[in-house]
């Protein structure tokens, strides 16, 4: 069992960034892949981002140039550094390690004017 925590959620006006943390309890050069989800209200959860244990990443289009996936063995966390946010990007966000069925509680991001 790994523990996952997010953070860094937040209200933040379009065009602004946010740095979301995944804090594991486990020491992430020891895990998967960590990918980043999200679920928009009266939407299904997505997919965001991925890494993998390797450094290799990628991103569904429409956060692709926007936003960076990386994961720190040093701090055990996982980031997802959000830039350029749009209205569209509203939604609460999860980190998981990839097929472990191990997830965080979310952290909310709400881009809004």
């Known amino acids: 069992q790994v523990q996952l925590v997010e953070s860094g959620g937040g209200l933040v006006q379009p065009g602004g960034s946010l740095r979301l943390s995944c804090a594991t309890s486990?020491?992430?050069?020891?895990?998967?892949?960590i990918a980043w989800y999200r679920r928009a209200p009266g939407s299904q959860r997505e997919l965001v981002a991925i890494?993998?244990?390797?450094?290799?990443?990628n991103y569904r289009d429409s956060v692709k140039g926007r936003f960076t996936i990386s994961r720190d063995n040093a701090t055990n966390t996982a980031y997802l550094e959000m830039n350029s946010l749009k209205p569209e990007d509203t939604a609460d966000y999860y980190c998981?390690?990839?097929?472990?069925?191990?997830w965080g509680q979310g952290t909310q991001v709400t881009v809004s004017s």
């Open positions: 486990r020491s992430v050069y020891n895990l998967g892949a």
């Open positions: 890494i993998t244990r390797a450094g290799t990443a």
């Open positions: 998981t390690v990839a097929g472990s069925g191990w």
